[in-house]
């Protein structure tokens, strides 16, 4: 299936040196750009993380200090990967919990604003739990009738992506009404339209402003405590801090009532995408 696509959409996967927002980097970043009218371009690079690979992260990826000691750092590669995603939308596996965080903060790192709130954000492993309820080897039997280890070596940014675009696919293959009607399955509530919104919106998990989910979403209240419709009848959204002494609190009036508390979050081991996010919240009520 040609996906439905009106900008490109960047498939991708890291391989990192941890699971660490804040303490760990990149060491392997692979991507397959996909264009509306189904042309693909793929890139693949090394990067040095200009810090130690631990045994144990080479042992699954294959990855070592010597094989990234000459290879460029994020920050050298971050302008020509800024040029080629910015305008794309991304799908990854597992990316909307892991990967798009962690590379929103290399970006940060390296002093490039990438806004990822601009861009639609497709899930392969939330819509594979929604609809089958587990890993990418399950998820590639699944949807692709082969053993990914016949078909890939584990643990590869590179092969991981491949495998998340093949996977990604099989699902638009599978959830459509007609395929769900050969299946012998009724196709209410598991058909999955060939667009990017809507399989953005299927990919959210929760309510998360930030990727570290200190600021999420939720109603906001008037003064007796009643939830604030909009013009449509919608209850209006805001910011909430979702922990500390302010947890439960809108952001905008901790920011009016304390604003010693930017300062504290500015200065604090919280992620560059938190500090970005509370940075404009912050600009955006000055306006106000």
């Known amino acids: 299936m040609k996906l439905n696509l009106n900008k490109p959409l960047v498939v991708f996967d890291l391989e990192t040196t941890g699971l660490d927002l804040v303490k760990d980097r990149i060491i392997q970043i692979s991507y397959i750009k996909v264009y509306p009218d189904g042309k693909e371009e793929r890139g693949d690079y090394l990067v040095n993380p200009e810090c130690y690979i631990l045994p144990i992260i080479t042992q699954l990826t294959g990855i070592s200090n010597e094989d990234v000691k000459d ?76 053993k990914m280890e016949d078909d890939f070596e584990a643990h590869r940014a590179d092969q991981d992506t491949e495998a998340t675009y093949r996977v990604l696919m099989g699902e638009l293959d599978r959830y459509t009404e007609e395929k769900q009607r050969e299946l012998g399955e009724d196709p209410e509530g598991r058909v999955l339209a060939n667009d990017m919104d809507c399989l953005a919106q299927f990919s959210k998990t929760n309510n998360n402003v930030d990727f570290a989910g200190r600021i999420v979403w939720g109603e906001a209240k008037d003064a007796k405590g009643n939830t604030i419709l909009d013009k449509d009848g919608q209850p209006v959204m805001t910011e909430y801090f979702n922990f500390g002494k302010h947890k439960g609190k809108t952001v905008a009036e901790v920011l009016r009532l304390d604003p010693g508390y930017y300062a504290w979050i500015m200065g604090g081991d919280f992620t560059y995408n938190t500090k970005q996010v509370l940075t404009r919240i912050r600009l955006r009520e000055a306006q106000h």
Do not use: V, W
Not at 77 to 96: H, P, Q, R, V, W
Not at 117 to 144: G, T, V
């Open 71 to 146: 290879k460029p750092t994020f920050k050298q590669l971050a302008k020509t990967l800024e040029e080629k995603f910015t305008g794309c939308d991304f799908a990854g596996f597992n990316s909307n919990h892991f990967d798009i965080p962690l590379l929103a903060e290399e970006f940060l790192r390296a002093g490039i604003d990438f806004d990822f709130s601009k861009c639609r954000l497709i899930d392969a492993c939330s819509i594979f739990k929604k609809m089958e309820r587990r890993n990418l080897a399950s998820a590639y039997k699944f949807y692709c009738g082969r």
